[in-house]
């Protein structure tokens, strides 16, 4: 079925730009320390996170090509986001600021007789936008304390115990290492440093429980099993033939079987087992990149990974059983650290270079973000934010507020810091020429943030931005408005994310 046409030329233009302009207005709303919160009816969420805002706004424009021109801007913030996990609404303003004043230049709007075409436009912004990184690149100044570090926290997450928590424990951490944040039943917030790999999935049988309060497993020093087979009973029979009874004769008291699935006779045998001497611990293996992260696992453990595309597991070994320093689980996570010794240092350092390798080549932002990720797990482990507060609404709002912090403090510590709220990219505004095209632009966010505070605030004793972070919004977003400027026409298919652009001028 071919894709109906609805609206060409500088009506469409016009609508997409109205669109994306709704939800960037209340986005900028939210900017600075005196910006406004978004009350959300669809989830009855209080948060001023612009990717929060902006993700419960655009779906709600009533206006089907309007809408579609918010959506497809909000797909390109997501981009970035999935890149630098923060931003989102200096994202918001840029684009808005810039998409404007592109138009200004274009041969539909009346007003400047001075007309240019899409690629000479394209020209200028490519131009001006490198001036941009160069500038911001040569104003960064790295950070050089833990006290700096957590005065970079306070920013993205505006509370200053979690602020002092997250700082601290980045800088432990260094440079490359990773922080997870997640929602804990707790009235105070909490930090965790873990050396080892987490799964996103968890235990496949309540019943072995060993922490009631917190309901998940635990257990230390006990071999383990990886495979992506599926387990039933006839696994199990195979496996305590081949393995169990060998493990059973070297006094051991049990082991982690980390599979793809298991039958429920087979999660019954389980239950049976932990009556029994010698016990067998169920755990799914992951969700996501599942034997990429298996081959992680099995790094770690010193076992071997028992893949169906490659091994029948009638083929396991006594050799291919690894080991569990420590494994802590519950229904949908789990982190299992391995032994610590000459030999794991070695397999860890050989795979942590694959995934390096990997990693020039890789041409998705998520997946390079992904590998990231895994590479610092391997080599210095992870830390985990433990987001508690009060009331579940605030402990949403900080959940929100440290899902960004967690990326920006790291950025920050990697590659340096420059004047923030808007005052980096002001003052390279000021010393650019009239008629460069990201000048007016570039004075956005301070603008923003100025109009909604008091006469008395120095927003220099405010905020610093990590340099990565500005830079990677403005490469994103200067590649990306052209194009959303150029849009001629919008259809109106089914799918009401997707949005057709089509150079067409009326």
Not at 185 to 204: A, P, Q, R
Not at 247 to 261: D, F, M, P, S, Y
Not at 303 to 308: A, L, N, S, V
Not at 484 to 494: K, Q
Request: proline share 3%; charged share 30%.
């Amino acid at each position: 079925m071919s894709t109906k046409i609805s609206l060409t030329g500088l009506s469409a233009r016009t609508k997409a730009i109205k669109g994306m302009s709704y939800v960037a207005d209340r986005v900028k709303a939210s900017i600075g320390p005196f910006g406004e919160n978004h009350l959300s009816e669809k989830s009855n969420t209080i948060s001023n996170d612009g990717a929060f805002i902006a993700e419960h706004l655009a779906p709600t424009i009533k206006d089907e090509f309007e809408k579609r021109g918010a959506l497809v801007v909000q797909q390109n913030v997501a981009k970035i986001n999935d890149i630098v996990g923060d931003g989102s609404s200096t994202a918001w303003a840029l684009h808005d600021d810039i998409i404007k004043e592109i138009i200004r230049y274009l041969p539909n709007d009346k007003s400047i007789k001075a007309k240019k075409t899409y690629s000479e436009v394209a020209k200028m912004l490519n131009k001006a936008k490198d001036e941009v990184i160069k500038e911001l690149g040569a104003m960064a100044t790295p950070i050089t304390s833990k006290e700096e570090l957590i005065k970079s926290a306070l920013v993205s997450v505006e509370d200053e115990a979690v602020a002092e928590l997250l700082g601290t424990l980045q800088w432990e951490l260094g440079p490359e290492g990773r922080i997870i944040a997640e929602e804990v039943n707790d009235t105070k917030s909490s930090v965790e440093k873990v050396n080892g790999i987490m799964l996103d999935n968890g235990f496949g049988a309540t019943h072995l429980v060993t922490n009631p309060e917190k309901q998940s497993l635990e257990v230390n020093d006990m071999q383990c099993i990886l495979t992506n087979y599926t387990i039933g009973v006839e696994e199990i029979d195979l496996l305590k033939e081949n393995i169990f009874k060998q493990l059973i004769a070297q006094k051991k008291i049990g082991v982690i079987l980390i599979a793809r699935a298991f039958t429920a006779d087979a999660i019954k045998r389980c239950q049976e087992s932990s009556q029994a001497r010698f016990v067998i611990f169920p755990i799914n293996a992951p969700y996501t990149d599942q034997r990429e992260i298996m081959r992680d696992i099995e790094t770690v453990t010193g076992g071997r990974y028992i893949d169906t595309e490659e091994n029948s597991l009638e083929d396991i070994y006594i050799t291919d059983v690894g080991f569990i320093k420590r494994l802590e689980a519950t229904m949908f996570k789990a982190i299992v650290t391995g032994i610590e010794d000459e030999n794991s240092k070695a397999r860890v350092a050989k795979r942590v270079e694959l995934l390096k390798k990997k990693l020039i080549g890789e041409q998705s932002d998520f997946m390079k973000r992904a590998l990231e990720e895994r590479i610092a797990q391997l080599t210095n482990g992870f830390g985990i934010l433990k987001v508690g507060s009060l009331s579940l609404t605030d402990r949403q709002r900080l959940k929100d507020k440290c899902d960004d912090a967690v990326n920006a403090v790291r950025l920050a510590l990697k590659g340096g810091t420059v004047k923030g709220a808007g005052l980096a990219l002001k003052e390279i505004s000021d010393k650019m020429e009239e008629g460069n095209i990201l000048k007016r632009p570039l004075l956005g966010v301070y603008n923003q943030i100025i109009s909604s505070a008091p006469e008395d605030f120095k927003i220099e004793d405010w905020v610093r931005d990590p340099v990565i972070l500005l830079q990677t919004i403005i490469e994103k977003t200067c590649a990306f408005c052209p194009t959303f400027a150029s849009i001629g026409s919008i259809d109106t298919s089914p799918n009401p994310e997707k949005c057709h652009c089509n150079i067409k001028n009326e």
